[in-house]
């Protein structure tokens, strides 16, 4: 076989099989690309709670934009330190123009605004997007339990084993979505929750497109 013939075959078969690669690997990306979409849990309640720099921020306010909430308190001895610095980690993985993030205190009589701006200091929140809310008990009930279904219960003086283990609170991130619907609950403490949440922001914002 002529040599230049051998090598135009050679030349051709291997373009067929890069073409037939790219087909697949653009099948393959368009698989991963269809996100199942996430379930509506429930509608979350207007609210009007004030965050570490005095502004009010309500339901309408975080209108039209994906949040993620926790409820935590600044006194808390451990697990609301580990939600915090996953929470911190969610605010450098997220796209800095999309998402909010939301920590509602437990115990609003000590954390108070100047209380609150303090932690949010202490632990990097980039105060732009990252609130933290003191108000009346009421309305923190309002949010936290009514709306986002996490427990918050204030420990009796005998069931505390430490002096500041003042409140047994749920250690889930919820969701929310533009609307103001609850789309999932995760794991606040792991570390390993992170990648989960940062897929199912991805599938809120291919949704919102």
């Known amino acids: 076989m002529n040599s230049n013939l051998k090598r135009l075959q050679i030349f051709v078969w291997g373009f067929l099989l890069l073409v037939i690669l790219v087909i697949v690997g653009a ?4 698989k991963l690309d269809a996100r199942e979409p996430l379930l509506i849990y429930g509608q979350v309640a ?3 709670l004030t965050n570490q720099n005095s502004e009010t921020i309500s339901l309408d306010k975080l209108r039209g934009q994906i949040w993620i909430a926790d409820v935590i308190f600044t006194r808390c001895p451990l697990q609301c330190i580990r939600m915090t ?4 980690e969610l605010q450098e993985a997220l796209p800095h123009d999309s998402i909010k993030l939301i920590s509602a205190t437990a115990d609003p009589e000590f954390d ?8 949010a200091n202490k632990y990097g929140a980039d105060q732009a997007r990252w609130s933290f809310l003191t108000g009346s008990r009421s309305e923190i009930n309002r949010l936290v339990v009514e ?3 996490l427990v918050v219960y204030e420990k009796k003086p005998e069931e505390r084993e430490v002096p500041a283990d003042l409140f047994l609170h749920s ?3 919820v969701l929310i979505d533009p609307q103001g619907r609850i789309r999932g609950w995760f794991d606040g403490e792991n570390p390993a929750s992170k990648p989960e949440i940062a897929r199912a922001v991805k599938t809120l914002l291919h949704e919102t497109k």
């Open 171 to 173: 250690t889930k991130f």
């Open 147 to 149: 709306s986002l279904k």
């Open 27 to 30: 099948f393959i990306r368009s």
């Open 112 to 119: 108070t605004t100047g209380v609150l701006k303090n932690y």
């Open 85 to 88: 610095k996953r929470m911190r």
């Open 46 to 48: 207007n609210f009007s």
